[in-house]
């Protein structure tokens, strides 16, 4: 399964960016996925996961209310809707498919993860 992301940039704070992520082959039928970001200098954390059929998604705190994932297995992509932006939330973001039709907040719960895209959010 390869994964490719796309959509990062260059943002102000306040503005939005929609993340995308294809797989190579048709890996959400079954499988969750969700996406990750690791800023500079600082580990990779979770940002939201989103099941199989798109009835279930989970948000880090930080990104509650203003991020949502979803889905679309007829293409084998995976959104994030990032809107009121905050320099915090400069960083790469990865996306990932996971083991199971369900996927928690934990990095060890994924097995495939894309090269990841570039967020930069300017004050």
């Known amino acids: 399964v390869q994964l490719q992301a796309s959509g990062g940039g260059l943002v102000q704070a306040g503005g939005s960016l929609r993340l995308s992520c294809a797989a190579s082959?048709?890996?959400?039928?079954?499988?969750?996925m969700g996406w990750f970001r690791q800023a500079p200098g600082k580990e990779r954390e979770f940002v939201a996961s989103?099941?199989?059929?798109?009835?279930?998604?989970n948000y880090a705190d930080n990104v509650q209310g203003r991020f949502t994932i979803s889905r679309d297995n007829a293409k084998n992509t995976v959104y994030l809707q990032m809107n009121s932006l905050k320099p915090e939330d400069t960083a790469v973001y990865y996306c990932?498919?996971?083991?199971?039709?369900?996927?928690?907040?934990?990095?060890?719960?994924?097995?495939?993860w894309g090269q990841g895209t570039e967020v930069t959010v300017s004050s």
């Open positions: 990932a498919v996971a083991r199971g039709s369900y996927a928690g907040r934990s990095l060890t719960n994924y097995n495939y």
């Open positions: 082959r048709r890996t959400g039928s079954n499988n969750a």
């Open positions: 989103i099941s199989w059929n798109g009835g279930s998604t």
